[in-house]
């Protein structure tokens, strides 16, 4: 018997049931292969209902994942950037519900999908494919990495973007759970809102008092064992982001807007009648996460547009040079010649505060060099992309300015 049988018949391996479903801009799912079993059905089409918004929805979900797949020839900086993007009105997935056994998962890739309220079982989704027209498939091709998907994403200003602002409501909620709204919201939106409202502020007096203590954490000011009578949060409504990225995604989406809670605008009272405000996470958050680079011990890389790496003799060890070079090569783009022109694009406008001229053509460097923490080298956890250092340029591969400094005379 193989050791892939043996390991299935006692339960160490997981177990998959296939399934096709098609979806169209509306939102609608018409299902071409699902199991008998009513639960793994649901689960499956309520899945891929969290994957297929109608409408805006779809359009930049479709958008996201053809920037991510590093499709666009041209930098997106606005809204009308994005959307000349043309997208499909079909969808088709296939894939299997897999069941992992208790104590593991799947690995971490953009196939795999966890299904909301089983800890074990996730969707593998096998083939994403879209159509312009019906039963003409087609398939983005497929980044290495979601470390290459999220590169190919942040090279784009447009990754930043929010949707337009449609309205703000302020909850306040008393800790017996009673909430009064200013304004008053919209019938249509009361109960999945008043639901969003506790969870957020914690739904059990342990979960009030918890994050309440979390929340004052970082405020020197405030008595960390003291449980409020009263919590605020202003909460707003905004259309879909041209693309969804992690600087824009949002807390909940309802009827198609996605809900932000606004992080300076939340407070709390401990006596019903005076309020103070809790302290800006996101702010603490920004400090807490630099990282003093000055104390990093570093060494040097170099990075050419044709894919080309090099790096001192000695300095990295063999078990670790193959990584290196897959993650400085998704970080760069080299050796792809529309990734490269897009990160070293970013790179120089950032560098020599040309942000504000979009149209402006820059000339395209044949290398860069780079500095690599040895840390990085040490600890397998590390992400490259939070601690390496771009350092000079060369557009002709002899000549090197320092990004620091010096300001190349065709610029």
Known sequence: MGDAKRRKQL???PTSVPFEVLADRAGTLTPVRLPTDETQRRQITETLRMLTPGEAGWDQLYRTHYVQAGLPEERLHTREDVEKIPVPPYRRFVGELVTWPAGTQPPPTSQNVPVEGSEQTWLHLRHRHHAFEANTWLEFPEPESVQEMMQYLLQHPASELQGESRGRYTAEQTQDGALTWTPELPEDLRAAFEELAREWHGDTPEAWAEIHAEMVAYDETAD?????VAMKTTFELRDPAPLRSLTNTPLSIMNELDVFPVSDERS???DGQTWQ???NLEDENDELSGIDFDDLEMFGVTVWADGRTEWPDDTVPD???EKLRADLLAYTGAGNEGAWALYADRT???FYDLE?????????PTAIRLSVP???LEDETLILDALILEDEITFDGETWFDLYEDLPDDF
Do not use: I, Q
């Not at 960390?224 to 409020?228: C, L």
């Not at 504000?356 to 395209?364: G, I, M, Q, S």
């Open 224 to 228: 960390p064992d003291a449980v409020p």
């Open 11 to 13: 339960g160490l391996m």
């Open 319 to 321: 078990d670790r040079a």
């Open 277 to 279: 405000p809790y302290p």
């Open 356 to 364: 504000d001229e979009p149209d402006k053509v820059l000339p395209l």
């Open 268 to 270: 709390y009272s401990l």
């Open 348 to 350: 120089l406008r950032s």
């Open 374 to 376: 040895f840390d990085y």
